[in-house]
Every structure is written in structure tokens, then in C-alpha cells.
């Protein structure tokens, strides 16, 4: 039986991100797990933290049958590492797509830094009691608004059972030098790289999966 695959959406995102790399998986008859993590895009976020997208994802990993491979995506690499210091008999392989990686005890603020957590928080005022942050830094209509709650949930997990997955990166190296999470995410893959993990990258923007499906596909599928 071939390893089936979960795939963690990146902030504001939802599963369309994935949907040319489930597309290609399908046609190799691999079944893909795609959730759409709680909160996202509806109106009242005040009750959502990283927590209940930990929780989302664990019912499937609890639920499948069989260890199962993990790609995740941006923000969902935050997801991700919890996932890994809680299931290591569980994973198969896991796979970070230009993803933060936090460090144990970290939350996203914790890498963004003290500039980008400001300007978080001074959304209060678009924000109102709802706690949605609107998707300002993206332009396809897909996007939605994303819990702040998420944002400033640290991680805690065991760093040795994170290393013991072997896990890999992929970097993406041709972003929008002016996106606001560029040097942030460039800054995470040199702290990957000073690890030596397994490290590739790809001449492409933020999105892979739909500029580069072929590369990252074979990333994902090459042990």
C-alpha cells in the first residue's frame, strides 16, 4: 500500500493550494489528506489558536491506518513541527515547502520579530472583537482571514524526535524580495541549512505547487 500523504495549508491559504499536487498523487493512486484548519475565513476567530489546528490535523493522523507523509506549507510548518514531537511513530516522512520552523517553545510572532508582531497587533482596529486578520499581504481572491490566535501559540515538542523524522526542507528561492515574509523565511532556511538537514531548493516564487508541480512532486516522492 502506498503512504498516504496530509497536507498543512499555509496562513490565510486553505486546501486549493495543494489541489495540483493532489492531482498528481491521485493519478499514481496515493490518497491525500487536504484539511481546512478551523477558523479560516469565518467571521469570529476569538476562540481559535494553533492548538485547534494541531488537534484538526491529529484526528487524521489518529484515524488513518498507517503512518502517513506530512508537506507543509508556510505557516503550516508550525502545525507541522507540533505534529512531528507528537507522532513520530506516526510519520513517515515529513516535508517543510518553504515553511516556518519554530524553535521548541517558540510561537510565530517569536520569528516574525518584534516589527511584524506591532504591525499584527495594530490591526485591532480592523480586526474589532472578531480576532480575523484579513489576508493584507496577499492578492488571489482565495486568501482569507486567518485566527490571530494561531500567531502567538508557542510550540512545544521534543527537538530530538523532530530530528529522529530526518525531515526535509525546501526553499524557494525566487520570492518577492519585497514580500513581508521573504527575509524571514530566508532566515529560517539558513538555520535549517546551519542544521544540516536535508536541504533543497527551488528556482521559484512562494508557490510551488502550482509554478514548479513537476520539481516539487518529485521532491516530495524521491526518498
Known sequence: MKTGWLFIHGGWGGPWQWNPLVKRLKEQQITSFTPDFPGMGVMDGRNINLYDFIE?????????KNPLNIAAFSF?????????????DRINRLVYIDAFVPEP????????????????ESYSDVMGKNNM????????????????????????????????????????????PLWTFTPILEKTAGRIRENKWIFHTLKSDHMPMYSHREELYSLLTTE
Open 56 to 64: 484538526h490535523a491529529s484526528r487524521i493522523i489518529e484515524e488513518y
Open 76 to 88: 503550516g510548518g508550525m502545525t507541522a513541527t507540533a505534529l512531528a514531537g507528537k507522532y513520530t
Open 105 to 120: 517553545g517558540q510561537a510565530f510572532i517569536d520569528i516574525a520579530g518584534e516589527k511584524i508582531t506591532r504591525q499584527i
Open 133 to 176: 486578520i484579513p489576508p493584507f499581504f496577499e492578492t488571489d481572491a482565495r486568501y482569507r482571514s486567518h485566527p490571530m490566535g494561531t500567531l502567538f501559540t508557542a510550540v512545544d515538542y521534543s527537538e530530538k524526535n523532530l530530528l529522529s523524522l530526518n525531515p526535509v526542507y525546501i526553499e524557494c528561492i525566487e520570492k518577492d
